[in-house]
């Protein structure tokens, strides 16, 4: 039990890359879990740890098509808390700690130890790594000329994983912009993306004419003075995904928006 677990660590870690039969070797045969010191997991040991791990959580443990035969597991965030749990019960097997009472500990926060701490704070930010460097990447791509219609692009300073994509010379006319709302907590353990049209300006005049000729909901006011605009299309608005967002299906609905935006602009 303590060696397929630690393979599911592993192979949780590694993901979305991977790892080879070869490179979990070499992994197992310094590990400080391996009590027999055996140079490596066998082949047959290998595919039956593979299927019970596979049967007993309900997961699919994917070999890669490139010919490389790379083993992994989908990024969502049920995998991450597999490796979590996994972890803490390799970890603490050294303290001959049992399944139930580790249960009891992290759903009670009780006698989590420090490294434990900083360790499911580790967790919570891979969770989030893939939202941020999502968002980095947009940022780069619009100031970089990469996303027709827009040069600018920035971090929202009052809400996490949302970025603000423009073009300058319109935003000096509108005062408005593309909102993106990266979220990766949403229903079924998947992450959502969400686009606005986002407006500084408190002219309602203004907000009824960019409701009605961009096809958009009444505006909600958050975070102060902005007004946040849905599409009506929730396929212009939402955008679901299971592991990692699709960049360029992001990039394609942003560029759908503000082309609509500035052409509004110079209408």
Same mark, same amino acid.
């Given at each position: 039990?303590?060696r397929?677990?630690?393979?599911?660590s592993?192979l949780i870690e590694?993901?979305?890359?991977g790892?080879t039969?070869?490179e979990?070797? +070499?992994k197992?045969? $310094?590990? &400080?879990f391996n009590?027999?010191?055996?140079?490596?997991i066998? =082949? +047959?040991t290998f595919?039956?740890?593979r299927d019970?791990?596979?049967?007993? #959580?309900?997961? %699919? @443990?994917?070999?890669? =098509?490139?010919? *490389?035969? +790379?083993y992994?597991? /989908?990024?969502?965030e049920?995998?991450v808390?597999?490796?979590?749990?996994?972890?803490? $019960?390799t970890?603490?097997?050294?303290?001959?700690?049992s399944?139930?009472d580790?249960?009891?500990?992290v759903?009670?926060g $009780?006698? @989590?130890t420090? %490294?434990?701490k900083?360790?499911?704070?580790?967790i919570s930010?891979k969770?989030g790594?893939?939202?941020?460097?999502?968002?980095k990447?947009?940022?780069?791509?619009?100031?970089e000329?990469?996303?027709?219609?827009?040069?600018k692009g920035?971090?929202?300073?009052?809400r996490?994983?949302?970025l603000?994509? !423009?073009?300058e010379?319109?935003?000096?006319?509108?005062?408005s912009w $593309?909102?993106v709302?990266? *979220?990766?907590?949403?229903a079924d353990?998947?992450? %959502?993306?969400r686009?606005?049209i986002?407006?500084?300006s408190q002219d /309602?005049?203004l907000?009824e004419r960019?409701?009605?000729q961009?096809?958009?909901?009444?505006g /909600?006011k958050? /975070?102060g003075?902005? !007004?946040? #605009?849905?599409?009506?299309d929730?396929?212009l608005?939402?955008m679901?995904y299971v592991?990692?967002p699709?960049r360029?299906? @992001?990039r394609? +609905?942003?560029?759908?928006l503000?082309s609509?935006? *500035?052409?509004f602009? &110079?209408?």
């Amino acid at each position: 039990m303590k060696r397929a677990l630690w393979m599911l660590s592993e192979l949780i870690e590694s993901s979305p890359m991977g790892l080879t039969r070869e490179e979990l070797d +070499r992994k197992w045969a $310094v590990s &400080t879990f391996n009590d027999k010191g055996e140079k490596k997991i066998n =082949k +047959r040991t290998f595919y039956r740890l593979r299927d019970d791990l596979q049967e007993i #959580f309900q997961i %699919d @443990i994917i070999c890669s =098509k490139d010919g *490389n035969k +790379r083993y992994y597991i /989908e990024q969502t965030e049920y995998s991450v808390f597999l490796g979590m749990l996994c972890q803490l $019960v390799t970890d603490n097997s050294k303290r001959n700690l049992s399944l139930k009472d580790l249960m009891l500990q992290v759903l009670n926060g $009780v006698e @989590i130890t420090e %490294d434990e701490k900083r360790m499911l704070e580790d967790i919570s930010f891979k969770i989030g790594k893939e939202a941020y460097e999502c968002g980095k990447w947009l940022i780069k791509e619009a100031e970089e000329g990469r996303i027709k219609g827009a040069d600018k692009g920035q971090w929202s300073e009052h809400r996490k994983y949302h970025l603000c994509i !423009w073009l300058e010379e319109e935003y000096q006319r509108l005062k408005s912009w $593309v909102g993106v709302n990266i *979220n990766r907590k949403a229903a079924d353990g998947r992450g %959502d993306i969400r686009f606005y049209i986002v407006c500084e300006s408190q002219d /309602e005049t203004l907000h009824e004419r960019l409701i009605e000729q961009l096809a958009l909901q009444p505006g /909600e006011k958050r /975070e102060g003075d902005y !007004w946040w #605009f849905a599409p009506k299309d929730d396929a212009l608005h939402v955008m679901s995904y299971v592991s990692m967002p699709d960049r360029n299906a @992001i990039r394609g +609905r942003i560029e759908t928006l503000l082309s609509s935006l *500035n052409q509004f602009a &110079t209408s």
